[in-house]
Nanobody, 119 residues
Framework: QVQLVESGGGLVQAGGSLTLSCAAS????????MGWYRQAPGKERELVAA???????NYADSAKGRFTISRDNAKNTVYLQMNSLKPEDTAIYYC?????????????WGQGTQVTVSS
């Protein structure tokens, strides 16, 4: 079992920045991928960005150039720095942990943190 605790969501004006954090604990495998997904009302959950323990990254097109994912493997923590936020970034952001080098497939999810971007 892996437990994930997210933090850092909130309300921000368009053009502003937020940093999300997700700390993993429990049965952590040495090679794993931690990612951020989001789900807006009425929409499917979508990948935002993911990063493996080997520092391989994967970004959604909507995140490229504005969001940066990073991680501290010693702390089993992943961060998502979000800049130039837009109202369409409003969603619940979820952290996902998967064993291995990809974020696809079964894994563990955090409880989600709300990000609201006002225009």
């Amino acid at each position: 079992q892996v437990q994930l605790v997210e933090s850092g969501g909130g309300l921000v004006q368009a053009g502003g920045s937020l940093t999300l954090s997700c700390a993993a604990s429990g049965s952590i495998s040495s090679i794993n991928t931690m990612g951020w997904y989001r789900q807006a009302p009425g929409k499917e959950r979508e990948l935002v960005a993911a990063m493996s323990t080997r520092s391989s990254t994967n970004y959604a097109d909507s995140a490229k150039g504005r969001f940066t994912i990073s991680r501290d493997n010693a702390k089993n923590t992943v961060y998502l720095q979000m800049n130039s936020l837009k109202p369409e970034d409003t969603a619940i952001y979820y952290c996902k942990w998967t064993t291995g080098r990809v974020t696809d497939g079964p894994g563990y999810w955090g409880q989600g943190t709300q990000v609201t971007v006002s225009s």
